[in-house]
C-alpha cells in the first residue's frame, strides 16, 4: 500500500477548515503544523503557493491571500468556504455508474462503474458482462448502448478492475522459475521429476505444480525461447504481436502505453494495446511487424520514458476520470456534474498548468503506473542481464502465448446461454433470500423485527397477535418503530410514507405469504412491481425467481430514464 506523496486535494481542504477555526494563518504556522503529518513531511512553501494560489484565484474565493507577507485569511464571502469545506469531507470519490443497454431490445443489460467507462468505454470496445460479449456502439450521456457478439477475442471483463494487481517482484519470481523449468528440461529432466523439485521449494500438490508449468516445458523441448525474469520475447501470431514479459500489473500497463505512444507517433495511427502482468498484446497495423517491436524495446533505455509514459496518460479516459475526481475534491466541478467526451477533453486543457492537473497527473503516477518498476527492468535491458528474443512467424503461437492468446479471447468466461440462465436464477435466489427488511405488524402495530428472508416462516405470521397482515419495507429500523409506536396516527413527512408502504406490503403478505415477501425484497422494486410477479406465479420456483430479475431490470431502466 502506498501513502500518498503531499496530495493537494487533501491540503486545499484542510486549508479550508483552518480558516473555519481562524481568520489569519502565517505560511510558517501551517508548514510546522503539516510537517508534523507523514505525507507531508517535505511539504514546501513552493506547494503551499500552488494550492492557495488556486484558492485565491477561484471564482468565488476559498482564501485571501497576501504572497508577499506569506498570510492567507479568510475570505469575505464565507458561506461558499463552508460549503466547500462540509461538501468534501470524505476524500472517497463520488462513483458515477453507467446504465448498459441492448439496442437490438432495448433492455438493460447491465451496470458499469464510471474507472470501467473512463478507461475502456468507447464505441467498437468489447467487453463482457453477465457471462457474454458485448461491443458498444453509442455513450449517450448515462446510458452505454451495446449489441451482443460471438466472437469474444479482446473483450475486457467488466470486473477487470477489480483484479488484484501482480507486483514486479512476484512476476519476475514467475519468470525465474520458468527459467528453473528450462534449465531443467535442457538437462534431460521430465515435467513430472521437475514438479517434485519445484514443490520442495513451494509446497503444493503435485498436481497443480505440474499443470502450472506444463507450457513452460512443452516450450522447452521444441527448442523456443522462454520469457522468463532474463528473456522478453516477442512473436507474431495473425492480427496480434505478442510481447511475453514478467513485470506485473502496473510494469506491464506503464510498458503497454509507452510502446503504444511510440508506435502511434512513427506510424501515424491509434494501435489498440492489451496487457495482463505477464505479457503486451499489440494489435497488428499496416507495417508493424515483431523485428519492429523488438527493435523499439532495445531503444527503450535511451529514452525518457516517464516523459513519454505521462504524455501517453494525458490522453487515456482513465486520466479524465482521475481529474474529475480531483477537481471534484477541489471544488472545481460540482459533484452531480455530467460530461461528454468533447467535455472531458476540453477539461482537461481548461486545467492544464494548474495544481488540480499536477495533482491529479501525480494520483495517475502513483495508482495507474509504476515507472521505478519500468525503469529498473529497462536498467537490467540496457546492461545485458536481460535480452529480447524474437520467435520466428510460425503457424501456431508458442504454448506460453496460449495462455495469453485464451486470455484475450476471454473463452473461458463465456457461459452458454442455458447454463447462464440456471446461474442467474440461482444467484437471484441466494440473494433474495440473504436479504434483510424490516416488518411491521399492520393489525396489533406491536410486532416490528429486522430480519433474514431465509428465516422467515410460510405463511409469516406476527408472533403477538397471529395475524399475516404483516407489512415489508426496507427502511430504518427505528423509524419503523416510530411509525408501529403512532400506530398510523399523527405522523409527520417520512414517516406517512413508510405507514402507507407498510398498509400496501401487508396485503401483498396476507394474499400470498413468503413469496411477497421475497419479491418485495428485490432491488428497487415497488408494490405493484411485486403484485404483477405474484400474479403470474405466486410459489418460490424457478419460474418466479426469473420474474423478478425480469422486474429488476426494468426498474434498473425506471432509474436512469
Not at 424457478?542 to 422486474?551: G, K, P, S
Request: aromatic share 8%.
Amino acid at each position: 500500500m502506498k501513502i500518498p506523496e503531499k496530495p493537494y486535494d487533501v491540503l486545499c481542504h484542510q486549508l479550508a477548515g483552518l480558516l473555519t477555526e481562524k481568520n489569519r494563518w502565517r505560511y510558517s504556522q501551517v508548514l510546522e503544523l503539516f510537517r508534523k503529518a507523514y505525507p507531508y513531511r517535505n511539504l514546501s512553501t513552493s506547494d503551499l503557493d500552488k494550492v492557495l494560489s488556486y484558492m485565491h484565484d477561484r471564482y468565488p474565493r476559498l482564501a485571501w491571500v497576501a504572497f508577499e507577507d506569506k498570510v492567507f485569511l479568510r475570505p469575505q464571502r464565507i458561506k461558499y468556504l463552508y460549503e466547500y469545506y462540509f461538501e468534501n469531507l470524505s476524500m472517497i470519490p463520488d462513483e458515477k455508474q453507467y446504465l448498459v443497454v441492448d439496442q437490438t431490445s432495448d433492455t438493460p443489460v447491465g451496470i458499469l462503474d464510471e474507472a470501467f467507462v473512463a478507461e475502456y468505454g468507447e464505441p467498437g470496445v468489447k467487453f463482457i458482462v453477465r457471462g457474454s460479449p458485448w461491443k458498444i456502439t453509442a455513450i449517450y450521456g448515462d446510458k452505454i448502448y451495446v449489441r451482443p457478439v460471438d466472437d469474444p477475442t479482446g473483450a475486457i471483463p467488466s470486473w477487470v478492475g477489480e483484479e488484484i494487481p501482480v507486483p514486479l517482484d512476484i512476476a519476475l519470481e514467475v519468470g525465474a522459475i520458468r527459467r528453473i523449468v528450462e534449465e531443467l528440461v535442457k538437462k534431460g529432466k521430465k515435467e513430472r521429476e521437475i514438479a517434485r523439485i519445484l514443490a520442495r521449494k513451494y509446497p503444493a500438490p503435485l498436481e497443480t505444480v505440474s499443470e502450472a508449468i506444463k507450457e513452460v516445458v512443452e516450450q522447452a523441448e521444441k527448442g523456443l525461447p522462454i520469457p522468463s525474469d532474463r528473456v522478453i520475447t516477442v512473436e507474431e501470431w495473425g492480427d496480434y504481436i505478442i510481447v511475453q514479459c514478467c513485470f506485473g500489473t502496473l510494469v506491464n500497463k506503464t510498458l503497454a502505453r509507452v510502446l503504444g505512444q511510440l508506435i502511434s507517433d512513427e506510424y501515424g495511427e491509434d494501435v489498440a494495446v492489451q496487457e495482463d502482468p505477464y505479457r503486451i498484446v499489440i494489435q497488428r497495423i499496416r507495417g508493424l511487424d515483431g523485428e519492429a517491436v523488438q527493435r523499439l524495446l532495445l531503444r527503450l533505455p535511451s529514452l525518457n520514458v516517464r516523459e513519454i509514459a505521462l504524455n501517453a496518460s494525458v490522453k487515456t479516459g482513465l486520466f479524465k476520470h482521475r481529474l474529475v475526481h480531483v477537481a471534484r475534491k477541489f471544488g472545481a466541478v460540482a459533484k452531480d456534474a455530467d460530461f461528454t467526451d468533447f467535455s472531458l477533453r476540453q477539461l482537461v486543457k481548461s486545467f492544464e498548468g494548474t495544481v488540480i492537473f499536477e495533482e491529479a497527473l501525480k494520483d495517475m503516477e502513483a495508482n495507474d503506473m509504476d515507472l521505478p518498476g519500468l525503469i529498473h527492468v529497462l536498467g537490467l535491458l540496457e546492461s545485458g542481464q536481460m535480452r529480447v528474443e524474437l520467435v520466428r512467424r510460425r503457424r501456431q503461437p508458442t504454448p506460453i502465448a496460449r495462455i495469453g492468446i485464451q486470455r484475450i479471447s476471454r473463452k473461458t468466461d463465456i457461459i452458454p446461454s442455458e447454463k447462464l440462465r440456471g446461474i442467474l436464477v440461482e444467484s437471484a435466489r441466494a440473494r433474495l433470500l440473504n436479504e434483510a427488511v424490516v416488518l411491521a405488524c399492520t393489525d396489533c402495530w406491536k410486532y416490528v423485527e429486522n430480519v433474514r428472508v431465509k428465516l422467515l416462516p410460510n405463511p409469516v405470521q406476527c408472533p403477538r397477535c397471529g395475524s399475516t397482515r404483516i407489512g415489508v419495507v426496507k427502511e430504518d429500523l427505528s423509524l419503523v418503530e416510530k411509525v408501529a409506536e403512532k400506530a398510523g396516527r399523527n405522523l409527520k413527512g417520512r414517516e406517512r410514507k413508510v405507514y402507507e408502504a407498510l398498509v400496501e406490503t401487508a396485503e401483498l403478505v396476507d394474499r400470498f405469504g413468503l413469496p411477497a415477501v421475497v419479491a418485495l425484497a428485490g432491488h428497487g422494486l415497488k408494490p405493484k412491481d411485486a403484485q404483477k410477479i405474484l400474479e403470474r406465479e405466486s410459489r418460490l420456483s424457478e419460474r418466479f425467481y426469473e420474474l423478478v430479475v425480469e422486474a429488476e431490470r426494468e426498474a434498473l431502466k425506471r432509474r436512469f430514464w
